[in-house]
């Protein structure tokens, strides 16, 4: 296992698709913005600095992460950048009690930053952590740990398959329910280490064998997808005319999400969807950020009425 020091040098975040987002969120001179998912803060930058008289406003539901990097660019951006604690699948309600909105653009990239899963207990494969997984306390009571011990081996395969797509779900879930029998599994270096003896380790393969499982249950602790479509919802109810939304998705369940969606609205004559196919990474962006290979772009237009 690596060190945390290990770890932790080679963890830089950055934004994915960032001229993609400025191109399809198309940031007019005294705009108002969304940032759904400030995360770090790099395409609420790039916002600020595509026009001089915008104005955005970033939501996330880390209070640590709005403390560490909203503070900065606070400071530098001044009123024209108001940060909000909350979870976006509750937008329309934070939004009416904030006062804010409507908006000509939103954005949400729902990728979860490297640096935030080293910084949280039980994410990283390659740091023994309490098996947490919650990016929010206060938004989600379930821990991973209470579901690798409370759920049955039936539950554990399906979650492990269909939000991690795990070949192996069936053989890892029967060894967790073999293994919590005699010890707890309360540790991110239990958990990988069991599913390490359970998974074959291609050569070619660079992943870490336990990283489909630990997607599998951060989706399912945070009630990811759920989320995602509440968001949705909610953008829709306050998004201007003529305003775009624009999503970044990084795993197949989210995107088929955005994708339905836009589709549905489409056809009830409420959005107008601006990407006929998925936007991808250049080959550029990703020998650079590595995170961006996966990264799918869509976009869509209110429609007027």
């Known amino acids: 296992m690596k060190s945390e020091e290990d770890t932790q040098s080679e963890l830089f975040h950055k934004s994915v698709l960032v001229q993609e987002v400025l191109h399809y969120i198309d940031v007019k001179p005294q705009g108002v913005y969304l940032d759904a998912t400030f995360g770090t803060g790099g395409h609420t930058r790039a916002l600020l600095e595509q026009d001089p008289t915008c104005h955005v406003v970033a939501l996330d539901w880390d209070a ?8 900065p660019l606070q400071e530098e951006f001044g009123d024209r950048l108001r940060l909000v604690w909350g979870n976006f699948a ?18 949400a990239d729902f990728g979860t930053s ?9 994410f990283s494969v390659y740091r023994d952590t309490p098996l947490d997984m919650r990016m929010s306390p206060s938004h989600q009571q379930l821990t ?3 579901l690798i011990a409370q759920a049955s081996e039936k539950k554990l395969s399906e979650l492990f398959w269909e939000l ?3 070949r192996y779900a069936r053989q890892i879930a029967r060894a967790i329910v073999t293994e919590r029998q005699r010890h707890p599994i309360e540790t991110t270096g239990q958990l990988a280490s069991l599913i390490e003896k359970m998974v074959p380790r291609k050569k070619h393969v660079k992943i870490h064998p336990a990283t489909r499982v630990f997607q599998a249950l951060r989706i399912y602790v945070n009630k990811e997808l759920e989320n995602i479509k509440a968001f949705l919802e909610g953008a829709l ?14 795993h197949s369940l989210e995107d088929r999400i955005v994708k339905n969606f836009f589709h549905e609205k489409e056809t009830t004559g409420e959005l107008e969807i601006l990407t006929p196919h998925i936007i991808m990474a250049s080959e550029q962006e990703g020998a650079q950020n590595p995170s961006a290979r ?10 007027c009425t």
């Open 114 to 122: 490297q640096i935030q899963l080293f910084e949280r207990h039980g």
């Open 144 to 146: 991973a740990a209470e």
């Open 164 to 166: 991690g797509e795990e």
């Open 294 to 303: 996966s990264a799918k772009l869509r976009a869509a237009k209110r429609i």
């Open 237 to 250: 109810k306050i998004l201007k005319p003529d305003g775009r939304l624009v999503c970044i998705s990084f």
């Open 90 to 107: 509750l937008l329309y309600k934070i939004v009416k009690n904030e006062r804010i909105g409507p908006f000509d653009g939103i954005l």
């Open 64 to 71: 640590n992460v709005l403390e560490t990097y909203g503070q």
